[in-house]
């Protein structure tokens, strides 16, 4: 018996009922949306003034994921404004940082 309820739990999506979700936690979660949003426009924003093109950092090629903008990051710095020492710490940095597919 619980074999079977254990697969028919595994075969269904599971997602709330809008009621059913606390409203602090739907405020909370929809602040950290805007949050996450204001984030992403400032790094696209940076991006923008690094390469001294304004609209960079819309650019669809130039929206990197997580995991590959501290690389990309660091190489366009490099292109656009030379070697600099806080290049050589953001590389290192970026290297030690842990992926979040591999454990710690």
């Known amino acids: 018996m619980k074999k079977d309820w254990a697969a028919g739990i595994l075969t269904q999506t599971l997602f709330p009922r809008a009621e059913d979700i606390p409203q602090s936690l739907a405020i909370a979660f929809m602040r950290m949306m805007m949050a996450h949003a204001k984030f992403e426009s400032e790094v696209r924003a940076l991006q923008g ?23 990309r990051m660091a190489k366009l710095i490099e292109k656009k404004l030379g070697q600099i020492a806080e290049i050589r710490a953001h590389k290192e940095a970026a290297g030690r940082r842990p992926r979040p597919d591999q454990p710690t």
């Open 49 to 71: 003034v690094v390469a001294n093109d304004l609209h960079y950092g819309e650019q669809p090629e130039n929206r990197w994921s997580a995991d590959k903008r501290p690389k």
